[in-house]
């Protein structure tokens, strides 16, 4: 379906002063070429200027049959025939002749001679391109500036290189299709004056494409991408250049075509409709063979299949093969601002062809698909395709069609369209056709920039004639064969530049045609169709980079004499007119989110969604998008679906813009009479902290008497009685549950206890007035909803953190915050960050303490004693028995001596790293016993027993027994009698009335007589004549043994 809209798109009409009747014309680079019928001469017009004033004029060495002129180099290329012979040609610095007897050389493809090629860069230039076949088409790549040329069975690519004056040696490219637009752009802006920095263009023949199974009638190169049209088919192929010379000489893989048939003649084979797109492609029945001709080695040249479509004629309404055939190949590039390819390459490739009745726009990158059809009204002629619009020509009017390509460059662009963040109309809306514009028989045209060129001339035919040749050719029959070209010569002619409105011009008409709708019916989808299409127009502006603008719509034509002074003042106007223009699209299109947005809000409940991402996108604050959704006097309680699902998704998502309180109250009021389940997690948002406590509690006291008693809803009115100052009610309503349901109360709606912590760990969260309110009177109820949010991931660690610090607890509660969570928790990676934070705080305590920690009761006591962990949480291990004896405990214990306590659980639990805790115990001094256990311990645990001995011999030997019956166990054993033995024999020699080192002596005997032999006991005793004192324990070891 096509949308018709009374839309104008059209500013100014005026007609070229051409002195012959023009046969073809062309334009590019701010000029528009155009040759007389049968003529050899090339006329050039500004189409910058006012009246299109003739630039110069050239001789051809033949007669045209066609032309193109590339932007990229700045050259022309035509077919010419000469003497029954057909000629491929491409003219640059053809600016040149604009002055008085210029010179003019010429030379064959390849063929630089040093002496005219310097002169070659000041002149215009022939260059003569040879062609085994005769050439039937052409078209000039407006990203590299290549040409490409159509032959009765083959394409030939020519690569478009630029010799440098001095050397005249060749520039390395990065690839074929990569042409460097820097340099064309200095090709373009060069002085004729000044024959400095001057490079000479030429063509290098670099892939041949043999193509026997399809005849072309219009080819199309662009970025890569090789398009061919037949009368009734379609082929788009993809060219790639690597670096990889291997293979070269294999064949491509290219599909297996039919036998043909013997005799074609006693057939009539009729095609049927196909389309693959794809890799599917390759099915078509065309084989495609690439043969290299490139005169240096430039890697492997690769061909894919990317696109194909044929037509049959339809007989059944009287169709002949004129009006069957397909027309206006294109290939159109579109680049954006924000590439985050290659900026040489564009982003987006469309493709275009048309049908007489039909016409088609497909996108190729990123997947091929069919973005539109066009339905035009009688038979189109010609069309060309722009980033804004589609312009079709038939014999009566000039007709402008919207077009999806900035719907498909914005989605190539902006990862984020079709979010909640940003929107796009989608690739898929139906186009809209805009008012059209009468001419008198057209024949052909081209656009370039906002220019479009019109060639009418009237028809010859008598009413008779026309008549009989219809006839003719309706029943003629159909053979495949081309047209005949038409030899008739009409008695006027005229030809149009017609200038189109600026995209912002022709916004703000679309938007004052979209508000007659609006008038009658606010939810027309016509109304949001008009919007979407000024939305897709501003877009295809905003998306277009400032340089492509500038070289776009610029005129490179290069005056005669150049005023330095004046000419940077002009460049700086123009820049400050494009940093305007740019300004005024922006704020158009902030405008027509706010727009679509207002449909949306209020339209039918499948596209509410919209809403969120095209108000954000307008950038206006929640108060102007309430002000702009109050209901209609007609529906005073009725608000649109999109409307709340933006308010939810703005009260409901952390944000940092907080409501006034007329504001907070509508939105209270709002959600009362359209969605009340919603009004807890409304009044629990950040941003309605300025509500007024009285309504809302009003609001919410009418709910539940409506709904019922919920704990989340008790919550939210203990919360407004808490801001009324009224303790008594708060009270009586935080004791209507128990503290596990007003746990399970948070976890179902933890804004009620903090704001802010979804947007990430770079959010900051806060806790509520409610939190600060429980820290002083409930702190076990904050620890336990606190441990519950971050079990059920509402709230991760590091935002934790933050509200017990902004709470001023980070040294009380944050840390029982801590111990909780690792009792709670089962993921080790929590585990072992907790861990080392505990041990850290633990460690940081004592070492602010005395030399001994003091004995007397704290006055800020931690929520679990070490007994409470050690009994509760498998990560707190059991005191070993020696540590009593190191430090001993007391009836009262102060903080300190909790977390020396803690700490040592730590230490001889299974779960912490004692590697990562020994560089924070350099802090705490090994001159206390409780210093020293904890040094101790860690020596232990890394399995340092034998200096471990040692120092507990040293500083507390009373505790060496206990340490031995605990430590020396199983594999350790062996220690009793290789280290500790011959190290209490040592002690116990040098003071022998060291009751302690005796009695541990003897201990440490008792158990040597009981894990070794009689023979190995022997080996252990001294040989200092004290065998005597060993005695019994020998005997003990033999009676056991013989007992074993």
């Not at 009368?231 to 993809?238: A, I, M, P």
């Not at 189109?380 to 007709?399: F, P, R, Y």
């Not at 705080?841 to 050690?870: C, E, F, N």
């Amino acid at each position: 379906m096509v949308h018709v809209y009374n839309c104008h798109p059209f500013a100014s009409q005026q007609i070229v002063q051409v002195e012959q009747e023009p046969g073809l014309f062309c334009c590019g680079g701010g000029a528009l070429f155009v040759v007389a019928v049968g003529g050899c001469k090339v006329e050039a017009y500004s189409l910058e200027q006012e009246g299109c004033p003739l630039l110069c004029r050239f001789a051809t060495m033949g007669t045209v049959k066609s032309i193109q002129h590339s932007n990229i180099g700045d050259y022309l290329v035509t077919i010419e025939e000469k003497n029954s012979a057909t000629y491929l040609r491409a003219y640059t610095n053809w600016r040149y002749q604009a002055e008085e007897k210029a010179r003019v050389g010429v030379r064959l493809l390849g063929h630089l001679l040093r002496g005219a090629s310097l002169r070659g860069a000041a002149q215009m230039e022939i260059i003569e391109i040879p062609l085994s076949e005769r050439p039937v088409a052409m078209a000039c790549c407006s990203v590299t500036g290549d040409l490409l040329v159509g032959c009765d069975k083959t394409l030939v690519l020519f690569t478009l290189r630029r010799q440098n004056q001095q050397n005249l040696s060749q520039q390395t490219l990065q690839s074929p299709w990569q042409n460097t637009q820097q340099s064309s752009s200095q090709n373009q802006g060069q002085n004729p004056g000044s024959n400095q920095n001057l490079s000479i263009l030429d063509f290098e023949r670099s892939v041949i494409l043999h193509l026997p199974g399809i005849i072309p009638n219009q080819v199309a190169l662009c970025g890569g991408y090789v398009a061919v049209q037949a009368e009734l088919e379609v082929l788009v192929l993809k060219l790639d250049a690597t670096s990889d010379p291997k293979n070269q000489e294999e064949a491509p893989d290219t599909p297996q075509t039919a036998d043909p048939v013997e005799d074609p003649t006693d057939f009539l084979l009729l095609p049927r409709h196909q389309e693959l797109l794809g890799n599917r492609a390759k099915d078509c029945g065309l084989s495609v063979t690439m043969e290299k001709t490139g005169l240096e080695d430039r890697g492997q040249y690769t061909v894919s299949y990317v696109l194909y479509r044929r037509f049959a004629p339809d007989f059944f309404q009287g169709c002949t093969v004129e009006e069957t055939r397909l027309h206006s190949l294109q290939l159109h590039p579109l680049f954006t601002s924000n590439q985050s390819v290659c900026v040489d390459e564009p982003a987006c490739v469309f493709c275009f062809f048309s049908l007489p009745n039909t016409g088609y726009l497909y996108s190729l990158r990123g997947g091929v698909e069919l973005l539109s059809a066009y339905q035009y009204p009688e038979k189109a002629l010609e069309a060309v395709l722009t980033d804004h619009l589609l312009h079709v020509i038939t014999k009566s009017a000039l007709q402008c069609f919207s077009v999806r390509c900035a719907a498909v460059a914005a989605r190539v662009e902006d990862p984020y369209i079709d979010t909640t963040m940003r929107a796009c109309p989608p690739c898929s809306l139906e186009v809209c056709a805009l008012r059209m514009q009468l001419f008198i028989g057209l024949r052909s045209v081209c656009v370039h920039g906002r220019h479009v060129v019109l060639l009418s001339a009237a028809d010859t035919e008598t009413p008779e004639e026309a008549e009989r040749n219809a006839q003719r050719r309706t029943i003629r029959k159909w053979t495949g064969s081309r047209p005949r070209e038409s030899s008739a010569v009409g008695h006027g002619w005229n030809l149009y530049v017609v200038g189109t409105v600026s995209p912002i011009t022709l916004y703000h008409e679309m938007v004052e045609y979209s508000q007659r709708y609006a008038e009658t019916n606010p939810q027309a989808h016509s109304c949001r169709h008009l919007l979407s299409e000024a939305h897709l127009l501003l877009r295809a502006s905003l998306l277009q980079p400032a340089e492509r603008q500038r070289t776009g719509s610029a005129n490179p034509g290069i005056p005669l004499r150049t005023n330095t002074d004046g000419e940077a003042e002009r460049q700086m106007d123009m820049c400050t007119d494009r940093e305007a223009d740019r300004q005024a699209l922006e704020e158009a299109f902030r405008e027509n989110c706010a727009q679509l947005a207002d449909c949306f809000s209020r339209g039918i409940q499948r596209d509410c969604h919209l809403a969120l991402p095209y108000y954000r996108m307008s950038g206006l604050s929640v108060t102007e998008v309430i002000g702009r959704n109050r209901p209609f006097p007609s529906s005073p309680h009725s608000y649109g679906h999109g409307f709340l699902f933006y308010l939810k998704h703005f009260l409901l998502e952390e944000t940092d813009q907080i409501l006034s309180q007329e504001a907070a109250d509508e939105v209270i009021e709002i959600f009362s009479q359209s969605e009340p389940s919603q009004l807890v997690s409304v009044c629990a948002s950040p941003g309605m902290v300025h509500a007024s406590p009285t309504q809302t509690w009003q609001r919410l006291r009418h709910l539940e008497d409506a709904t019922g008693v919920s704990v989340p809803l008790t919550i939210a009115m203990a919360t407004m009685a808490l801001r009324l100052d009224d303790l008594l009610q708060y009270t009586q309503l935080m004791d209507r549950h128990a503290e596990m349901m007003l746990v399970y109360g948070f976890i179902e709606e933890p804004t009620l206890l903090l704001h802010g912590g979804s947007g990430g760990k770079d959010t900051h969260t806060h806790p509520t007035a409610l939190a600060r309110h429980l820290t002083h009177c409930q702190p076990g109820l904050l620890m336990a909803a606190m441990v519950a949010l971050h079990e059920n991931s509402k709230v991760q660690l590091e935002h934790a953190d933050q509200v017990f610090k902004e709470l001023g607890c980070e040294d009380g509660l944050l840390v029982d915050f801590w111990e909780a969570v690792l009792m709670a928790s089962s993921q080790e990676v929590v585990i072992q960050e907790l861990l080392f934070r505990l041990a850290s705080v633990y460690i940081d305590r004592l070492a602010h303490t005395q030399p001994d920690p003091p004995h007397t009761p704290g006055t800020s006591r931690s929520l679990k004693s070490a007994d409470d962990l050690i009994n509760s949480c498998s990560h707190y291990g059991v005191l070993y028995p020696w540590l009593s004896v190191l430090t001993p405990a007391h009836p009262t214990s102060s903080p300190q001596e909790e977390a020396l306590h803690k700490l040592q659980s730590l230490l001889c639990g299974p779960s912490l790293s004692v590697c990562s805790v020994v560089p924070l115990l350099e802090r705490l001094s090994e001159e206390t016993l409780w210093g020293f256990s904890l040094h101790l311990l860690c020596a232990t645990r890394m399995g340092q027993y034998d200096s471990s001995m040692e120092k507990l011999l040293d500083r507390c030997p009373q505790a060496i027994i206990p340490y031995a019956n605990h430590q020396l166990q199983d594999t350790h054993m062996a220690l009793w009698w290789q280290k500790l033995l011959p190290e209490l024999c040592n002690r116990t020699r040098a003071a022998a009335d060291n009751s302690i080192l005796l009695a541990a002596l003897k201990e440490t005997l008792v158990v040597v007589a009981m894990e070794t032999s009689p023979a190995e006991f022997l080996e252990l005793l001294p040989d200092d004549g004290t065998a005597l004192y060993f005695l019994p324990h020998l005997l003990t070891c033999s009676q056991r043994h013989l007992l074993a």
